[in-house]
Nanobody
Framework: QVQLVESGGGSVHHGGSLRLSCAASGNIFSLNFMGWYRQAPGKEREFVASMTSGGKPTYTDSVKGRFGIFRDSTKNTVTLQMNNLEPGDTATYYC??????????????WGQGTLVTVSP
C-alpha cells in the first residue's frame, strides 16, 4: 500500500501565497511521477503541475510564472509553491504519484485533497 498525506491548504486573498506539500509513504518500488491536480466546484479535475524523477517540471499555462513545483526524491515528497494567487485558483488540490511495480507494472494513487480558497 502507498499512501499520500497532503497539507498546506487554506484561505488567502488575491495576491497571497500558499505552499502545498505531499508526502508518499508505504511500499514504494520506484517512484517516478509526482504532481498536482485541482478540481473547482462544478468543474472537471485538471492538471496543474508535475515533476518526473528526472527533475523536469511541467505546468499548465494558467499557473506559469506563479507556481513552482519542487521534489525531494530521497524523501518521496513534492511541494507546490503557489504565489500571486487568483480567485480562479480556488479549488481542491490533489496530489498524484505514479510508480513502477516490479509485479504489477505502472501504478498510481491520489491524495485526499486539500482546499485552497482565494478571495477577491
Amino acid at each position: 500500500q502507498v499512501q499520500l498525506v497532503e497539507s498546506g491548504g487554506g484561505s488567502v486573498h488575491h495576491g497571497g501565497s500558499l505552499r502545498l506539500s505531499c508526502a508518499a509513504s508505504g511500499n514504494i518500488f520506484s517512484l517516478n511521477f509526482m504532481g498536482w491536480y485541482r478540481q473547482a466546484p462544478g468543474k472537471e479535475r485538471e492538471f496543474v503541475a508535475s515533476m518526473t524523477s528526472g527533475g523536469k517540471p511541467t505546468y499548465t499555462d494558467s499557473v506559469k510564472g506563479r507556481f513552482g513545483i519542487f521534489r525531494d526524491s530521497t524523501k518521496n515528497t513534492v511541494t507546490l509553491q503557489m504565489n500571486n494567487l487568483e480567485p480562479g485558483d480556488t479549488a481542491t488540490y490533489y496530489c498524484n504519484v505514479g510508480w513502477l511495480s516490479p509485479a504489477d507494472g505502472w501504478l498510481e494513487t491520489w491524495g485526499q485533497g486539500t482546499l485552497v480558497t482565494v478571495s477577491p
